[in-house]
């Protein structure tokens, strides 16, 4: 064999490798409807032998859906407001989604465009359309916690904006929070790139918000 042929040679096997190292971060992106299965309510379901397969939602209490409807109308959240967002999030309806930011920026990667889009897509979605949706931005571990609760903040409304620019969605039906970073997604290694991010919450359903 040549010592052209077989560079070409290594020159493949080494492109395949890389495909190999890099297809399961390509495979995180979820579609449109992959979205909107995750964010979707779930209904109570029973198999042909009795017990639920499927626990529902926990219906939003009073003071909690009183809470939510006041936050959709303030621009800036409380530690407070901040924490029982994210104490009412537990048990809501959520999606991680893999909208990376660059390092040290609220400006989202070239590479995140494509998953916003169908984000986009699946919040204005005859099953979405209507409810309110939290965005919580996080950050890795690199800089102070000071900066890095600015930073989140910036990342959730960096989202938020876009959604309303290019979908139209109503500012009152996106509440952005930003979490820092305390939620670290990837804890073994903090300042790994999918810390930071920006989680997606449906807070409230249609019927539920336009009360």
């Known amino acids: 064999m040549s010592s052209r042929n077989l560079f070409t040679k ?13 297809s399961p971060a390509l495979a995180a ?3 449109q ?8 309510t779930p209904k109570l379901t029973r198999s042909l032998s009795g017990p639920a397969a499927v626990a529902p939602t926990p219906a939003l209490s009073p003071s909690d859906l009183t809470f939510i409807n006041r936050i959709r109308k303030t621009r800036s959240l409380s530690s407070g407001d901040r924490q029982q967002v994210a104490e009412i999030a537990k048990s809501r309806p959520t999606v991680d989604l893999e909208i990376n930011f660059e390092y040290n920026s609220a400006a989202v990667s070239p590479s995140a465009e494509s998953q916003l889009h169908s984000l986009g897509k699946a919040l204005t979605s005859s099953e979405l359309a209507g409810s309110v949706f939290m965005l919580g931005g996080h ?3 690199r800089g102070s916690d000071t900066y ?4 989140s903040e910036r990342r959730a409304e960096t989202v ?7 979908y139209k969605i109503p500012a009152e039906n996106l509440v952005s929070a930003g979490y820092g970073e305390s939620e670290l997604k990837n804890k073994a290694d903090p300042n790994a790139a999918e810390n930071r991010r920006v989680q997606i919450v449906n807070m409230a359903q249609r019927e539920q918000a336009s009360r």
């Open 10 to 22: 290594k020159a493949a096997l080494a492109l395949l490798a890389l495909g190999a190292i890099v």
């Open 29 to 31: 992106e979820l579609n």
């Open 33 to 40: 409807q992959q979205i909107i299965e995750k964010l979707k």
């Open 139 to 141: 950050t890795d571990a």
């Open 148 to 151: 890095n609760q600015k930073l």
């Open 160 to 166: 938020k904006a876009f959604l309303i620019s290019t």
